[in-house]
């Protein structure tokens, strides 16, 4: 059953449709957010962008950079087509490049979330890009 951060994301990415965002740039974001909510659900008891601290949003991207490529779908249905595990890079180091697109898209995510007044803290206030 779909949290409230599933319907927040979707009201997201709908509001970058609306606003003429690049196609490429509205799935990067819709990648990156569906990852981080399946790493949310599986990780804590947050079902909401409101309980997001800057804790969780630090200790998913360490995750990220820890656990592998391909390891982490963000719909699991796409493995059976895709075969991630076929991939010759599966499993390794995830680059700092990604963590850091990562980083950018959920800045994104929760700036428009503050600036729409739909939390009341931004937890990726003082999470920076990583020196490559």
Same mark, same amino acid.
């Given at each position: 059953?779909?949290?409230? +951060? =599933? ?15 690049? @196609? @490429? ?6 990648? &990156?957010?569906?990852?981080? +909510? /399946? #790493? ?5 008891? !947050? +079902?909401? &962008?409101?309980? %997001? *601290?800057?804790? =969780? +949003? ?8 820890? /656990?592998?490529?391909?390891? %982490? ?9 895709? @075969? $991630? ?8 180091? %995830?680059?700092?490049?990604? %963590?850091?697109? #990562? &980083? /950018?898209?959920? /800045? ?6 503050? =600036?729409?007044?739909? !939390? *009341?803290?931004? $937890?990726? *206030?003082?999470?920076? !890009?990583?020196?490559?």
């Amino acid at each position: 059953m779909p949290e409230k +951060i =599933d319907f927040e994301v979707d009201d997201f990415l709908n509001n970058c449709d609306y606003k003429g965002l690049a @196609k @490429k740039t509205i799935r990067s974001y819709d990648q &990156t957010l569906k990852l981080f +909510i /399946r #790493y949310l659900q599986n990780e804590s008891s !947050i +079902i909401k &962008t409101e309980q %997001v *601290k800057e804790k =969780d +949003i630090k200790e998913y991207l360490k995750n990220t950079k820890e /656990r592998g490529k391909y390891t %982490v779908l963000s719909n699991e249905e796409t493995r059976k087509c895709n @075969k $991630p595990q076929n991939r010759t890079d599966f499993g390794k180091k %995830v680059s700092l490049a990604t %963590v850091n697109n #990562y &980083t /950018r898209n959920l /800045r994104v995510y929760f700036n428009y979330m503050y =600036d729409n007044r739909l !939390i *009341k803290v931004n $937890p990726m *206030k003082n999470i920076w !890009i990583l020196a490559l």
